[in-house]
């Protein structure tokens, strides 16, 4: 008999998963950890759900959230083949691995197998959203990660095309803009100019871009490689129903359609997402809101001595004085404030700080204060 161990698959084995930030089971805490919004729905949203929950539930929703990709539609100027709706823009961006890159090929690729392997790579850049990796070796893709600059902007086309690890060939690469942990934002004409010198799949992970001074989505409307995800996680406060989208060339989203589970995107999800549309306005006040508070919680951080990076997203990457990262992190957690930190070389050595409300983010000042002291 074999264990159990041996009948999972050789490139599981030893899978290092994806760790979440800390959804903690104690109440009272301010949770400045996953990028949350800390405001609720509109109240227009949650009576769109409440009237929702009733015999309906017993039903399938519909298979490719219809309704909502119209609406969707209209506010990109698109068609609804431009747009696919996944559980959450997660499920999305594994789709997008299974969809374009050959698989199971890491173990057995050699280097000198070029277009071979371009076909079987994931490209990414780091430090960016920790997920893709992770894609890759659940595919068993080959990736290649190439580090920003040490600012965290984006290296311009002609560095990568000098240094020897971009490659241009591969099946997809993901882009994370604004980029996440930095919070640093991109402009629109280098992503255009990188998406441009790509053969492969670009995907432009916007999942932060309602906090950013500018966004790409016409990138994804005016090349049929590039492909835009959104999600109504964080800018639209819905991460409890799980609703992102891709947009990009209809042969693309068809190909994914494809693959999809048969039912991805829950009916409550879809319902939440169509009013959220409905009500642009409530949501535009709170990214203003979110904006100031960004500003204000950076100028009293720098004040008591952190180094606060330049951010267009709703949470800055702040590198503390006095004690390393991590033992900020423990300090703050005493106090019942949840921060986020990362071991990668390029981070280590800063806090993630969630913007939450003026009066959170106070509460995170006058903590860093009693700590200093
Ligand atoms: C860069 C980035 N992309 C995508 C996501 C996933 O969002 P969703 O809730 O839509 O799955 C996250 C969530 O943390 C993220 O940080």
Known sequence: MTTPNRQIRRQLRALRPYVPGEQP?????????????????????????????????????NPTAERLRK??????????ENIIVGNGSDELLAMAVRCFVEPGAANVIRRTARAFTSAATVQFFTPSYSLYPVLADIHG?????????????????????????????????FITTPNAPSGHGY???????LCKAQYGVVVLDEAYVDFANENAMKLAL??????????????????????????GHPELIAALHKI?????????????????????????????????????????????????LPSQTNFILA????????????????RKILLRWFSAPEVKDYLRITIGTPREAAALVKAVQAIAA
């Open 141 to 173: 893709a080959v990736k290649n990660a190439v580090v920003l600059n040490p600012d965290f902007s984006l290296p311009a086309v002609l560095e990568l095309k000098r240094g020897k690890r971009w490659d241009f060939k591969a099946a997809l690469t």
């Open 222 to 247: 005016k090349y049929p490689h590039v492909l835009v995800a959104r999600t109504f996680s964080k800018a639209y406060s819905l991460c409890f129903q799980r609703v992102g989208y891709f947009v």
């Open 25 to 61: 089971k104690i109440k009272g805490l301010i949770k400045l950890n996953t990028n949350e919004n800390p405001y609720p729905p509109s109240p227009r949203v949650l009576r769109a759900v409440r009237a929702a929950v009733d015999g309906r539930l017993r039903l399938y929703p």
């Open 187 to 193: 402009l629109t004409r280098e992503l255009d100019s």
């Open 71 to 80: 609406k969707l539609a209209r506010l990109h100027r698109c068609k609804p």
């Open 260 to 308: 999809r589970d048969s039912y991805n995107v829950n009916g409550l999800g879809q319902i939440a997402a169509e009013a959220t549309l409905d009500d642009l306005a409530y949501y535009r006040a709170n990214f203003k809101t979110i904006v100031a508070t960004r500003a204000w919680l950076s100028r009293e951080l720098t004040k008591l001595g952190f180094r606060v």
């Open 319 to 334: 590198q503390p004085p006095l004690f390393p990262a991590k033992a900020w992190l423990q300090k703050l957690r005493d």
